[in-house]
RNA sequence: UCCGACGUAGCUCAAUGGUAGAGCGGGUGGCUGUUAACCACUAGGUUGCAGGUUCGAGCCCUGCCGUCGGAGCCA
């Protein structure tokens, strides 16, 4: 079985030989004159391959004549130059085999356009269409293209667990993990639930980042990074949230904050070029059938060197904007998702703003000297807003422990993970790209849900 | 979770409180090296769910469910 992809890369003739395909029929259309052409897609590349199936096939009236969208075939025939317009080459049949048909009475895809929360409905069927194939494709490239950016660097690719007991405060709401029957705990004395009599001993809890486990291991390997699936039970319902998603969490030693906005910058653009190089014909689907900007943009993240400016400079630029906020710039607040748009309309593309207060930044991020803002970096990119988050960790002890204090957290919760301070410790520094967003961003697909093959979001774990 | 919109045929949408319609898709027939094919005919409905107002509700009122857009939280 051969894939379109490459059999539409071959030249037409008799070296061409004979040539076997499966796919999807997309559609059919009927000749009087006593032969059919079937376009048949296979999911590996865009295009689909026309197949002319004539009379002389022993099934034509019983089996061509009666293909529909969705139906499922294995042609076999020869790869010849097609005298119709709109394909170099097509496929002269000399056998189709039917091998699962699809009623067209039920079968909810039609060659109409479908909307996108029409296909979510149907998100086992989505990955046949034009629009989620290009998507699986671009997201399975960027996925390759992580892993390779990361082994060029010596980076040690790093499963890190996905049950935990430890609450990253300020995370966000954690999904529990229990085996505790809701109808009968085990309780305590005092009428509590017993929850040390769980599976694991503790109340468990999947992960919302990687990064402190990612955080030990830079402390004996030097540079390592997670890509795994995390988890956040916020009831936020918005285009760029999902309750499940993936993030990519690089973390180095012997790093500063500088040395982890360089990584993040070539990051973006390693992942861009990759897309750019590798992506060309579902880059021209998108361009011209979901967002006319999306190539510029990558194309910007691929060459031209990203804006990096503080916080505080950018707050600064904000109120000197004659932009109309909603919420007014003011130093110390959260930058608003306004404020992350306008910011990279200033700058024409990515930028990295840096060195945010310590007040609305998580503990375990690097002091600076002024006292008031911490090592932390954002980038932000155009059309998506914060797609990396990351910080230089506060490697000193005392330091660690007034933050948290500060906090009210209990130093004595976070053991292992003051250990690493105790012990040995280095500066080091790292970030999560949420992959979902990168994937937005190599796309120009709105809605975060249509990045990722079956999402997971308040009040929907459907497929 | 908050604010706003929406929910009618398989899909996308119409319909002053007064007989529920169109386009696409499906079926049948015609035409054609076709390619968003085209032409004719045809089938297809518990108007999201539950109450209420009214002689009469797709339309007005209340509650619930769901979807979308914006916001918050963040990646």
């Known amino acids: 079985m051969e894939r379109i992809k490459d059999v539409l890369a071959r030249e037409p003739g008799v070296e061409a030989g004979a040539v076997r395909v499966g796919g999807w029929v997309r559609t059919r259309r009927d000749s009087k004159a006593g032969f059919s052409f079937v376009e048949i897609n296979d999911g590996s590349c865009l295009a689909s391959l026309q197949v002319v199936a004539g009379r002389d096939l022993p099934n034509y009236e019983r089996d061509v004549l009666c293909l529909s969208m969705g139906s499922s075939v294995a042609v076999d025939g020869v790869l010849v130059a097609s005298p119709g317009a709109g394909q170099k080459v097509e496929l002269r049949a ?46 399975g490239e960027l996925a390759y293209a992580v892993h390779s950016f990361f082994r060029e660097r010596g980076f040690i690719c790093l499963h890190s667990p996905i049950i935990t007991t430890s609450d990253c405060e300020g995370a966000g709401a954690m999904f529990r993990v229990t085996t505790i029957d809701p109808g009968a705990p085990p309780r305590r004395p005092d009428g509590a639930v017993d929850t040390a009599r769980d599976f694991f001993g503790a109340s468990a809890y999947l992960t919302v980042s990687g990064q402190l486990e990612a955080e030990a291991c830079a402390c004996g390997v030097g540079r390592v990074y997670t890509f795994g699936p995390t988890f956040r039970a916020e009831n936020s319902n918005t285009w760029r949230h999902l309750a499940e998603f993936w993030m990519v969490e690089p973390e180095m030693a012997f790093a500063d904050l500088d040395a982890d906005a360089q990584l993040a910058e070539s990051f973006i653009r390693a992942l861009a070029c990759h897309v750019l190089a590798n992506c060309g014909a579902e880059l021209e689907f998108f361009r011209k059938r979901v967002d006319d900007g999306v190539v510029k943009r990558l194309e910007s993240a691929a060459t031209k060197p990203f804006d990096r400016m503080t916080y505080t400079e950018a707050v600064e630029r904000l109120k000197a904007s004659d932009r109309k906020f909603e919420y007014a710039p003011e130093w110390g607040g959260d930058l608003q998702s306004e404020h992350e748009r306008v910011l990279t309309e200033i700058c024409g593309g990515a930028v990295v703003v840096t060195d945010f207060p ?75 790209l949420g992959f979902e967003r990168m994937v937005q961003f190599c796309t120009g697909m709105r809605n975060i849900r249509d990045v990722i093959p079956f999402p997971r979001t308040p009040g929907n774990a459907e497929f």
């Open 94 to 139: 000399t056998a189709m085999e039917v091998i699962g048909r699809a009623d067209p009475e039920t079968y909810p895809l039609q060659k109409k356009e479908i909307s996108y929360e029409r296909l979510r409905e149907i998100a086992h069927l989505r990955p046949r269409t034009n629009t989620f194939g290009a998507v699986l494709r671009i997201r």
């Open 358 to 432: 310590a007040s609305i930044k998580p503990f375990y991020m690097r002091r600076s000297e002024d006292g008031r803002t911490v090592a932390a970096m954002d980038v932000l990119a155009p059309g998506i807003g914060e797609i990396i988050g990351g910080s230089q960790r506060e490697e000193r002890l005392d330091a660690l422990e007034q933050n948290m204090r500060e906090r009210g957290m209990d130093p004595a919760n976070y053991g292992w993970f003051l250990d690493l301070r105790r012990y040995g410790t280095v500066p080091h520094a790292g970030f999560g």
